[in-house]
């Protein structure tokens, strides 16, 4: 069973450079360009960072679904405080990062220690968190201090700097979870949560940072795009966690838990910004791009069912 979920991460990078040379002949002129890839690059930075996040939940059997939210929310304060409260750039990113840490806190507790199902608790904190951004941001918080915006907008060898941030987030988060036994845990519990509590590990405790962290990678993702566009907008980050849901899903994660890599969710983030390129290049209509990207979340997720029942029969 490990093997197969292992697989799905060979079998996606192989699906990635196919799409991408079909595309590289369909399209000679604009996709294998370097302003193209880059631009690719620096649309999928900020839903890699979170599905980062949702890859380790995954992994320990829950999800979150505010994680959109939270990237409006976490913008939003940030901008207000500097804004607003004229607070030095420093201490607004700090009161940014605490207040989605505290998000991802309540998340976690109300879910780990009170039992609360996962989809509720984090549908209903999508919808308060949202609601906060509205009522900090309003119509969207603009003229931002200059080293603010040069979080997102400096380059590093002619890219620009959330890419090399996803980059850093994918191999430290990677590390952590193939070489420490703290984030290992998160396999345990995944694949048996029961077992994995009498065993020793503290699984309400282990759930709880689990969230913490996820809203945490979620509210830098809010930084770096309000960063990145100069303005930090209420409707920033919607329907961002059903595609790094997919992303991870695509990546190897299931939904049962227990399996899944941090390279896998690069990867899938990879896809999804790779089919967005394409159907942006074909000049698709953004209705139908979001009936395709639909269709492939339905299609991760018969795969992850799929694989599961293949598992069983094994």
Do not use: C
């Amino acid at each position: 069973m490990r093997l197969l979920f292992q697989e799905r991460t060979y079998s996606l990078t192989i699906t990635i450079l196919v799409v991408g040379f079909v595309a590289a002949l369909v399209f000679p002129q604009t996709f294998p360009t370097f302003g193209n890839w880059s631009q690719l690059l620096l649309n999928l930075s900020i839903d890699t960072i979170v599905a980062v996040g949702m890859m380790l939940l995954l992994v320990s059997g829950v999800f979150d679904l505010s994680v959109g939210s939270v990237v409006a929310f976490s913008g939003g304060v940030a901008a207000y405080a500097m804004i607003t409260l004229g607070l030095p750039v420093p201490l607004a990113l700090v009161l940014a990062l605490a207040s989605a840490g505290l998000i991802g806190a309540i998340n976690g507790y109300l879910i780990a220690y009170q039992g609360i199902n996962p989809m509720i608790q984090t549908l209903a904190m999508m919808g308060i968190v949202r609601g906060g951004a509205l009522l900090i941001s309003g119509a969207g918080i603009q003229n931002l201090p200059y080293w603010f915006n040069a979080l997102s907008q400096s380059r590093l060898l002619g890219i620009q700097m959330p890419v090399w941030y996803m980059l850093l987030t994918v191999v430290t988060i990677a590390f952590l979870m193939n070489r420490t036994v703290f984030f290992r845990r998160y396999y345990y519990i995944g694949g048996n949560e029961q077992a994995a509590d009498l065993s020793g590990i503290r699984v309400k405790q282990m759930k709880l940072w689990g969230f913490v962290l996820t809203a945490l990678l979620a509210g830098v993702a809010g930084i770096l795009l309000a960063s990145r566009l100069g303005t930090a907008l209420p409707t920033a980050g919607r329907g961002l966690e059903l595609r790094v849901i997919t992303a991870a899903i695509l990546g190897g994660a299931s939904l049962s838990g227990g399996h899944g890599k941090i390279i896998g969710a690069l990867l899938g983030a990879v896809f999804m910004g790779l089919v967005s390129n394409i159907m942006v290049l074909a000049r698709v209509s953004g209705y139908w791009q979001e009936i395709i990207l639909g269709l492939i979340l339905i299609a991760a997720v018969w795969s992850d069912k799929a694989l599961q029942k293949r598992g069983a029969l094994a």
